[in-house]
T-cell receptor, first 110, second 114 residues
């Protein structure tokens, strides 16, 4: 099956710093999503980005499907950005299930 | 707000008991998926339902079962609970049949098995 790897596993930033989170996947995919999981467990949709680049405020994402990776950029980080960031790809061979990476735990210090 | 709701929020059960978790899909969505998230891990796919039929299953034993109703709401049932079933259970809804297949998650049910 498709493997998804995220790096780094943990990241500590000072408020105002920028960061880049990476997601590698082992096979070609038609769908990739980035999520932020808040401390209460809610998965918040950040980007649906099978290819190309999208931006939403201080966050942007780029997926290069041919090279099997995606990047999530966080600029001018805030303490509210803390939490776990997941990328997930869809495996249509198994009913369209999402395969998640292990996540990047981000901690932004004031 | 994703429009996906789950109940209950928290649940405590003892080993051997049975539990039913519920999920209401986002309006207009016809597919629901269930995931189990253990502490410190990414969510793991349990199964998916489309038009009231199971449409894919992950590596979970048969004591994990589900239902999808005509209004596209769903239940996850777990029999003979084990300690390792303690986890956050998430449901996600999407619209199958459209090339745009973004999945939206509910807030989860945190199950503790003692």
């Amino acid at each position: 099956g498709i493997q998804v790897e995220q790096s780094p596993p943990d990241l500590i930033l000072q408020e105002g710093a920028n960061s880049t989170l990476r997601c590698n996947f082992s096979d070609s995919v038609n769908n990739l999503q980035w999520f932020h999981q808040n401390p209460w467990g809610q998965l918040i949709n950040l980007f649906y980005i099978p290819s190309g680049t999208k931006q939403n405020g201080r966050l942007s994402a780029t997926t290069v499907a041919t090279e099997r990776y995606s990047l999530l950029y966080i600029s001018s980080s805030q303490t509210t950005d803390s939490g776990v960031y997941f990328c997930a790809v869809t495996d249509y061979n198994q009913g369209g299930k999402l395969i998640f990476g292990q996540g990047t735990e981000l901690s932004v210090k004031p | 707000e994703t429009g996906v709701t789950q109940s209950p929020t928290h649940l405590i059960k003892t080993r051997g008991q049975q539990v039913t978790l519920r999920c209401s899909s986002q309006s207009g969505h016809n597919t629901v998926s269930w995931y189990q998230q253990a502490l410190g891990q990414g969510p793991q796919f349990i199964f998916q339902y489309y038009r009231e039929e199971e449409n894919g299953r992950g590596n979970f034993p048969p004591r994990f079962s589900g239902l999808q109703f005509p209004n596209y709401s769903s239940e996850l049932n777990v029999n003979a609970l084990e300690l390792d079933d303690s986890a956050l259970y998430l449901c996600a809804s999407t619209l199958t049949g459209d090339s745009y297949n973004e999945q939206f998650f509910g807030p989860g049910t945190r199950l503790t098995v003692l």
